[in-house]
């Protein structure tokens, strides 16, 4: 098949899939009010796939392949990284600012898998490679959209899988049969799996040598029995356009994924007890999905800059000392990161089997420089903006005979700009910033993609502090 069209990709979401909403079974995901509203915004990744301003960078054609979506084309070099991350930014900018994440998280599942299966045969276990790799081409040939359940519950997070309250804290597996596992427990935060075709499911961490049970990984169809999917309610109430230009048409769905007794036949299982592996999966997804995560950030750190910039010319304070240095801070924000994703590309690894990952060291420094800025980034654009952001009017204000004059008059800023125009920048920057929606972009910083503390240890990890050492020593005359 190749490609699908938007159309396809929403028909083949009316599949019985077991979706909670407020506790109630969703019979049909398109239909709902606020998951449809996911479905619509996930359409994205399909319409640039028909779109001829993004085509060329949203499909491959090969010659014997055909054509199919750039988010499942192998990284092999630093252009195709690139590539990867325009399409990745293009399609967040088209979702104004709410990444899509239905492709774009799974292939970075589905390359890690490539990797660690590799590896995995040459330690003696063969049978994974050829696992992945027909289950990578059922997805690049049916343009399947994927979620990825990493995330598990975890209970205390001062323990691992054992010891803590009851031994479901983590996901395991419960039963070996002939035609497959069982596996019972629970991931939270599973992204967009409302509305995806499929789920891909990697453990979380590294596992000890008795968490056998709990080094696996494995995927699903969404539509599984025992899977079921208690969606978040986060940022669910109808939302005029005018007051929120951004939430109201765009969301992006979560879920406790919980696995009721799901039996996953073997061919779909790729890694069972292999706990040595566990971490190393783990891992190696997280240094494609940072480098997913910095690129679909851009577009979000660019409105940041340019709302402040339009806003304070509507107030009339652009020329202002301390507006410009926040203007400038702002700046230097987006492009240190969009930098550093440039670096991260042009300074890849290529792994076995020619897989090219992004620099990891520079892509947790773009993460962690992202999301430990995030908040004060936040801060500038409202101090810029003023106290309207939350003390504004509603659209019904507006469109009133009684209050829309007044909302005209006083609502002004400089001289020559339209009253309107300066609250719908104002609506604008409180969507993202103050109401539900900003909430929610300022927790997915923090969290999403691993925590601050993750990207920290990584960078640790990954600096080459003993040549740095080295140096030092050698300028204090320290022979060696
Ligand atoms: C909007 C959103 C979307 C997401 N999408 C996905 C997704 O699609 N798939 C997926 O798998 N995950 C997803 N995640 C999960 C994300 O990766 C996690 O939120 C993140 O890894 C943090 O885990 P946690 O939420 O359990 O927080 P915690 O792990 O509980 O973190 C809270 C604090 O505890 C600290 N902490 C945790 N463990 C320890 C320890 N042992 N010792 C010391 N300190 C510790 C952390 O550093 C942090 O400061 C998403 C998260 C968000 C917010």
Redesign the pocket.
Known sequence: MGLRTPEQYKDALRDGREVYYRGELVPDVTAHPVIGKAVNHACIDYQLAEDPRYRELAVVSDPELGDYSRYYHIPRNTEDLLQRSRLIAASTREGATLVVLIKE?GTDALFALHVVAEEMAKRGKPEYKERVRKYYELCRDRDYGV?????DV?GD??LGPQGQAHDDYYLRVVEERADGIVVRGA??????LTNTDEVIVLPTRAMKPDDGAYSVAFALPAATKGLKLLASSYGGIPKDPFEFPISASHKMM?TLTVFDEVLVPWERVFLNGETEAAGFLALTFVKFHRFTAVSYKLPLLELLAGAAQAIAEYNGIERAGHIREKLTKLATYHATVQGLIFAAAHNHEVVAPGIAVPNTLLTNVAKYQFASNYHTAVQMVQDVSGGLLVTGPAAEDWRSEATGPYLEKYYGGKKGTSAEERVRLLNLISDLTAGDYGG?QE??AV????????EKLQTYREYDFATAADYARELAGIKK
Not at 147 to 151: D, G, L, N, P, Y
Not at 447 to 454: K, Q, V
Request: glycine share 8%.
């Open positions: 998280i979620a990825v359940a990493q995330s975890k997070r001062g991931k939270t935060h599973t992204s967009v979560e929610y927790v997915l969290h999403a993609e691993g925590s601050l503390e993750a």
